[in-house]
T-cell receptor
Framework: RKEVEQDPGPFNVPEGATVAFNCTYSNSASQSFFWYRQDCRKEPKLLMSVYSSGNEDGRFTAQLNRASQYISLLIRDSKLSDSATYLCVVTLNTGGFKTIFGAGTRLFVKA | DGGITQSPKYLFRKEGQNVTLSCEQNLNHDAMYWYRQDPGQGLRLIYYSQIVNDFQKGDIAEGYSVSREKKESFPLTVTSAQKNPTAFYLC???????????????FGPGTRLTVL
């Protein structure tokens, strides 16, 4: 089983749609959680951190469920510019600090 | 401006040649990382360094070498022993090294290496 698993997609949605991405992680000792965005042929960029209480940044909402080892990202009112790959990232510190990247979920927003 | 720079952006190499990719950061970050990304694939960790003069192998270190003589610099050499070197190489840094912490990694713009 992969340490961090994401649905690879692609997700094809019309502008204005709401889309949700899911991510599961295997190690219950995982410490911190993030969502990154990667545009085609560019570097990944931090989108937002994910907290147990849930957090929101404009149209983006991230949730963490530690009991189920599950992370989600919700994008409301999708824009064409949201088209990208979204990476789920988990860190853990068990005998050494480690950052684990999911393979990413591809999103295409259509006009 | 603070940030991470990588050079060159594009690099072409003949088979059998070693090549060195540059990564510099002026963020005063302790930890630095090298990843490889192949088309449609996730990131794979090559090497990382949590403190100056120390580095560790990642998941796919064979055919690569690194050095960390200065805090701000972490060059990666792709040697002729690397069987499939054509890929997108990403360097990242993180504020906390050995201390762990909850901060995350920030990436440079990447170097696209093509072996001819």
């Amino acid at each position: 089983r992969k340490e961090v698993e994401q649905d690879p997609g692609p997700f094809n949605v019309p502008e204005g749609a709401t889309v949700a991405f899911n991510c599961t992680y295997s190690n219950s000792a995982s410490q911190s959680f993030f969502w990154y965005r990667q545009d085609c042929r560019k570097e990944p960029k931090l989108l937002m951190s994910v907290y147990s209480s849930g957090n929101e940044d404009g149209r983006f909402t991230a949730q963490l469920n530690r009991a189920s080892q599950y992370i989600s990202l919700l994008i409301r009112d999708s824009k064409l510019s949201d088209s990208a790959t979204y990476l789920c990232v988990v860190t853990l510190n068990t005998g050494g600090f480690k950052t684990i990247f999911g393979a990413g979920t591809r999103l295409f927003v259509k006009a | 401006d603070g940030g991470i720079t990588q050079s060159p952006k594009y690099l072409f190499r003949k088979e059998g040649q070693n090549v060195t990719l540059s990564c510099e950061q002026n963020l005063n970050h302790d930890a630095m990382y090298w990843y490889r990304q192949d088309p449609g694939q996730g990131l794979r960790l090559i090497y990382y360094s949590q403190i100056v003069n120390d580095f560790q192998k990642g998941d796919i270190a064979e055919g690569y070498s690194v050095s960390r003589e200065k805090k701000e610099s972490f060059p990666l050499t792709v040697t002729s022993a690397q069987k499939n070197p054509t890929a997108f190489y990403l360097c990242a840094s993180r504020r906390s090294g050995l201390a762990g912490g909850e901060d995350t990694q920030y990436f440079g713009p990447g170097t696209r290496l093509t072996v001819l």
